[in-house]
């Protein structure tokens, strides 16, 4: 068994530095995975989900994409309701927090059904963008599966994840009581006389 010892200039060796906030890589995953999945839910609103015969009278019939935003309109308002959850997670704690991400994961599995049903339902006239609409309906999955990993996380981790400070709290918050060792410990620590001024 080897023994650590001293560093070669002479202070023992540091301990393994700590992540110093619970849950701060929980919290980063959530954020991120809002923020991509909202991104995806807006890109493939844009993009084509299918194309549609229509008549243009003189010209004949003529092949139309039709973006996602037309074929599935709730795709915007998903990608909005992603972005509020982003201010939600960060502006609440405990079981309210378990709360959202539940409602986050139900927001985030109804596009990415939507995506699936459709393609399974439509299928691809001659001439039809295919490039365009795999893209549009993998983009919709894609967002809808982002938006569910981050209520999930929510969901299991939310307990741990660190919150916005104690000044946004709401009027009439109970503020913890402040601890009065940790005066003397500071002085200490600073190289000052605790006990001068009592």
């Known amino acids: ?19 110093k906030r619970p849950g701060a890589r929980a919290l980063r995953t959530v954020l991120l995975a809002l923020l991509l999945g909202a991104a995806a ?6 993009l ?19 973006p996602g935003a037309d074929h599935v309109p709730a ?7 992603a972005l ?18 539940a409602v986050v994961v139900v927001a985030g599995l109804l596009p990415g059904f939507e ?19 795999l893209a549009g309906r993998g983009l919709g ?5 982002l938006i569910v ?19 946004y709290a709401a009027p009439g918050t109970k503020k913890a009581a402040p601890d009065p060792e940790k005066g003397m410990w500071d002085a200490l620590s600073e190289g000052r006389d605790p006990t001068r001024g009592r």
Do not use: F, N
Request: proline residues 8%; without cysteine; hydrophobic residues 45%.
């Open 141 to 145: 999955l894609a967002g809808g599966l």
């Open 75 to 81: 795709l915007v308002p998903y990608a909005l309701v």
């Open 115 to 133: 995506a699936v049903r459709t393609s399974v339902r439509d299928g691809l006239a001659d001439g039809a963008p295919v490039a365009e609409i």
């Open 84 to 101: 509020a959850a982003i201010a939600g997670v960060l502006a609440s704690r405990g079981a309210p927090r378990r709360l959202l991400g």
């Open 41 to 46: 839910l807006w890109g493939s609103s844009r």
């Open 1 to 19: 068994m080897t023994e650590t010892g001293p560093a070669p200039d002479g202070r023992p060796d540091s301990p393994p530095v700590k992540e």
């Open 149 to 167: 990993l981050g209520g999930i996380v929510t969901v299991v981790a939310g307990a741990r994840m660190p919150g916005m400070g104690g000044k």
């Open 48 to 66: 084509a989900w299918t194309a549609q015969l229509r008549d243009e009278g003189v010209r004949g019939q003529i092949l139309t994409a039709v």
